[in-house]
């Protein structure tokens, strides 16, 4: 994204056009391939318009289903069955739904500290209580984690679900490690916990392959995994998955949300299978891969070469999101102060934690901007923080 | 939809491929405009096609919205501000998201018998108790109403919403009579009660207009107000729009899940806007209108033809489903055993009441069938009951 083309009115919020916004965790508009996805729909409307168009299967768009699981298989090894993924309206859909049918009222969800502001506030209007579990270099610290569900069940509180964002996380960009991943598994059949593994950019590696997901390494059915095409294709498609074990998808499936409105988004699922059954998928998240390595590296040597002595960060090996830790003074809140009026936007901790705190913290995402406008912003921050 | 080209599969269950089922409240495939979206979609794809592939505005495409407003001002003299309507993922999201932000755990919600089964089915997702109000062939009585509303409070609960499908009411076809419409508001008033109006239907109207809608009427700020594409377009868009007052679409618009997943289907909402910006909404509604007035004039030939005495039905002005009642014998569900042994599937009434009952009804939609298909249905079932 350039600056100049920024139409921040079509977006979330988090910046008005012109501004150097490190706020959006988004694909950048510039990468979307729309040929390909109109030669896509266009391929779906001649051919299947009218199943398209029409209430789709509770489970979401068969060859869209199939493909899925083919490319699970190819690149993770992963034996799904068709029972055990449904198509959701985008991975916040998943992650309503689950919290929805998942959970009663007064239970417990746990969740990281920082973890993704949205995903905390899609969880909030569920009528559960949210309890945080900090991180480190290495993800969840599964201690913790241990800890906090002991204490809430001598309590006499009852921990539900724990969401997890084990892959080049949001907002820390850190990565759970292979070491904790089974040590979660086994605290969550301990205590009976379900866990919703948000996974939305685990093909946004940069180089090294990712441990397997805590979905892959699940034995006892205690994992529910979200993925979606928002991160890898294009959000404005609102199409995601989610997989699990049969019982938990066959509830999703027929959920009265479900039932009423049918599988997620007919049209949009079928020109996305059309899509992918050209091979487009792949080269595309190849030339993804690229692109945001080479603006996490622009970003990076930014940030080495501009950022004063006391800040630290840390240092994603994919995904979207660097995360800054400033010294004592000054907070985040005024170095963003005097950021925006010099052009320069981005979202300051405290959102990201659940149980307050955030004060020290920086959440800023390269994905969005081109990389000469990443370095200038960086430089601009560099100038702050160095003068604050 | 022809008998031949049923694809079942592809639909929420009720029906093998080859049966005449009269189970699907749906819009005929065969009536969809598929050209013309597929010229609108071009259209986006070439002209917007980065916004439109983009996390939307969380009120949804504004052009979509202007368009919205513009509609209802010229169709019912409607003054609805920008921040009173927003998009959604269909009517059936605009619920879900009523269900989970206006009511707490142990909320009553207030239902019509027989309403929706799959809207009943949603709400009953959320940690919330229902009681069904009867209805005439006037709509929802509303004696009954507020003795309910009365008993409700005296035992200490708390009804906070009631969920009423006024036009053309699914199952029973029924319309909520003009001089009752004020007493509903009334009561909402003096209760405190959220009133959803389901109103997906009201475009569907074969002669008289229709009474004005609680939102319409309504002064106080006591009603959301659900629409839907699915019923005038195409239900695989899955788009649908709320209106209400600012204050609860703006919680609606910054719940979680909107903020997350950004506002509803931005791609199709794009496509939408540019297939009515055309001018081409208007008249195939008009052509909707035609064709299921056509078929609702076949179907009631064929019950006055083909019923026994002692069956009565409900003559809907519009929508797409009549109500049948049966005599004490034979029950409803011997009648659709011996149908479906002979091609023809329907859904009997217990679904649709949520507090039991039904068993004497029948709900038969007349919308997804032709003609000849609906006559020749008719007279199966009627040689079965009277054979009963």
Redesign the interface.
Known sequence: MTVESL?A????GGGAAGMMPFVYG?VD??L?P?KQ??QA??EV??VQ??????????LGCGELRDYLREKLSRDEGLGVERDELMLT??A??G??TAV??FT??GDTVLVEAPS?H??????????VKLAAVPLDKDGLVVDSLAERLESLTLAGERPALLYTIPSFQNPSGVTLSAERRPRVLELARRYRLLVIEDDVYRDLCFHDPLPPSLYALDTEGVVIRLGSF?KIL?????LGWVLGPAEHIDRMAN???T????G?????AYMVAAYCRRGWLEPHIDGLRKSYRERRDVFLAALKAHMPPGVTWTEPGGGFFVWLTLPASPAASVVLAQAERRGVTFLTGEPFYAEGGGERHVRLAFSYLEPQVLARGVEILGDIMSRG
Do not use: K, T
Not at 49 to 58: E, H, I, M, Q, V
Not at 118 to 127: G, S
Not at 234 to 238: C, D, I, S, T, Y
């Open positions: 139409a009115d079509e977006l979330q988004h508009p510039a979307f729309i996805l109109r729909l266009r409307l001649a318009g009218a199943p398209a168009l029409n209430y789709g299967a509770s309206s985008g916040s859909a992650l309503d929805r049918l009663v009222p993704y949205e995903a905390l506030a899609n969880i909030r209007d569920h009528p928002s294009a959000p404005g498609l609102r959920c009265g949300l039932l009423s409105g049918g997620a988004n007919p049209l949009v």
